[in-house]
T-cell receptor
């Protein structure tokens, strides 16, 4: 069974630009969560999607948004990028029967210059 | 406000020894407590998890001990191996939102040969 796939793995943007990150969950998993990982703040929850609906949201500004498609694939978007948005963005999927058992992808490393 | 606190910040253990990582939480509404392991360049991977109705859970060389009254839980790694060298995160989540994990800052474990 293929794991969680995230694309792109690395990207560099400049301040003010926007970025879209993609996540393909494990086959059969309908819940997709997004996390931001930085050296200073650690792992922080962004949002969770289930059946194309946002089910939970973390404490991030509205510049961070996401969506989920009917095939459970998910995207997250960050608009008007700031230097502090430089981070590893991790996607995780989970099965209905085990909502706390998250399977993480390897992440998308975003650098904002 | 850091709701989940880990200690120590780093740990060095000899091969064959016991690694002990502690975690304290503040919110008594948390009902799911997982430990994740992360290697450089990889996403976190679930090691073991526990719920408050159990005081201890063991899976292979990994054991979680849970103390509900003290609001603490710990990870014990028996017979530590150099391959266990990684960053370890404790986390917690609420009932009905188990995918919305609040993570500790993580600790780096080094197992010396």
């Amino acid at each position: 069974k293929a794991g969680v796939t995230q694309t792109p793995r690395y990207l560099i943007k400049t301040r003010g630009q926007q970025v879209t990150l993609s996540c393909s969950p494990i086959s059969g998993h309908r819940s997709v969560s997004w996390y931001q990982q930085t050296p200073g703040q650690g792992l922080q929850f962004l949002f969770e999607y289930f059946s194309e609906t946002q089910r939970n949201k973390g404490n991030f500004p509205g510049r961070f948004s996401g969506r989920q498609f009917s095939n459970s694939r998910s995207e997250m978007n960050v608009s008007t990028l700031e230097l502090g948005d430089s981070a590893l963005y991790l996607c995780a999927s989970s099965a209905i029967a085990s909502p706390g058992e998250l399977f993480f992808g390897e992440g998308s490393r975003l650098t904002v210059l | 406000q850091q709701q989940v606190k880990q200690s120590p910040q780093s740990l060095i253990v000899q091969k064959g020894g016991i690694s002990i990582i502690n975690c304290a939480y503040e919110n008594t509404a948390f009902d799911y407590f997982p430990w994740y392991q992360q290697f450089p360049g990889k996403g976190p991977a679930l090691l073991i998890a526990i719920r408050p109705d159990v005081s201890e859970k063991k899976e292979g060389r990994f054991t979680i001990s849970f103390n509900k009254s003290a609001k603490q839980f710990s990870l014990h790694i028996m017979d530590s191996q150099p391959g266990d060298s990684a960053t370890y995160f404790c986390a917690a989540s609420y009932a009905g939102a188990n995918s919305k994990l609040t993570f500790g800052k993580g600790i780096t474990l080094s197992v010396r040969p």
